[in-house]
Antibody, heavy 121, light 106 residues
Framework: QVQLQESGPGLVKPSQTLSLTCTVSGGSISSGSYYWSWIRQPAGKGLEWIGRIYTSGSTNYNPSLKSRVTISVDTSKNQFSLKLSSVTAADTAVYYC?????????????WGQGTLVTVSS | DIQMTQSPSSLSASVGDRVTITCQASQDISNYLNWYQQKPGKAPKLLIYDASNLETGVPSRFSGSGSGTDFTFTISSLQPEDIATYYCQQYDNLYTFGQGTKLEIK
């Protein structure tokens, strides 16, 4: 069974860079059948897709966040990471990592439990 | 960017009721639409993919239909465990989620 687990600081100061890592277990991140994505959800609000990475390192980002987002992959550690720069209070949210299946309708089929990141001084 | 407009934003219904949620895309997305259920404090769970296909293990009271720009999600007979927020998601051009529909028991 594939499992994803987010990790990283729960508190980030305004203007700094938010950094999170997603560790994948029960399957290889190098499999060519998946994208690996980040999604976030402010408290009481909806889901916002942040970006995705393929095992090759190819990335796509949400246009509204593109200038501040970097997603990278470390296949040796079976991990992928998110960096979001110049954060403000508006970036406070639960951040999820998820797997996107290329075989079935680009569905987000496995998710991490989510990690709350608060932006505050 | 493709925008997804879900309605209603919240809905109150009784156990046994038929519940319908709509999702409208800002441009033609064929059938590239999925539906998710999210319960409080949990990650979303896939229910429907490609607009009308039921994910394995999901109860048959859940269904989806539509293509192009207009889509519908239906629960044929609402159960207490269906209380959650439901999201549509397009994948025609990257990914966009609808704003969600919070379903409550009347």
């Amino acid at each position: 069974q594939v499992q994803l687990q987010e990790s990283g600081p729960g508190l980030v100061k305004p203007s700094q860079t938010l950094s999170l890592t997603c560790t994948v277990s029960g399957g290889s991140i190098s499999s060519g059948s998946y994208y690996w994505s980040w999604i976030r959800q402010p408290a009481g609000k909806g889901l916002e897709w942040i970006g995705r990475i393929y095992t090759s390192g190819s990335t796509n980002y949400n246009p509204s966040l593109k200038s501040r987002v970097t997603i990278s992959v470390d296949t040796s550690k079976n991990q992928f990471s998110l960096k979001l720069s110049s954060v403000t209070a508006a970036d406070t949210a639960v951040y999820y990592c998820a797997r996107v299946s290329l075989d079935t309708a680009m569905v987000f089929d496995y998710w991490g439990q989510g990690t709350l990141v608060t932006v505050s001084s | 960017d493709i925008q997804m407009t879900q309605s209603p934003s919240s809905l109150s219904a009784s156990v046994g009721d038929r519940v319908t949620i709509t999702c409208q895309a800002s441009q033609d997305i064929s059938n590239y639409l999925n539906w998710y259920q999210q319960k409080p404090g949990k990650a979303p769970k896939l229910l429907i993919y490609d607009a009308s296909n039921l994910e394995t293990g999901v109860p048959s009271r859940f269904s989806g239909s539509g293509s192009g720009t207009d889509f519908t999600f239906t629960i044929s007979s609402l159960q207490p465990e269906d209380i959650a927020t439901y999201y549509c998601q397009q994948y025609d051009n990257l990914y966009t989620f609808g704003q969600g529909t919070k379903l409550e028991i009347k």
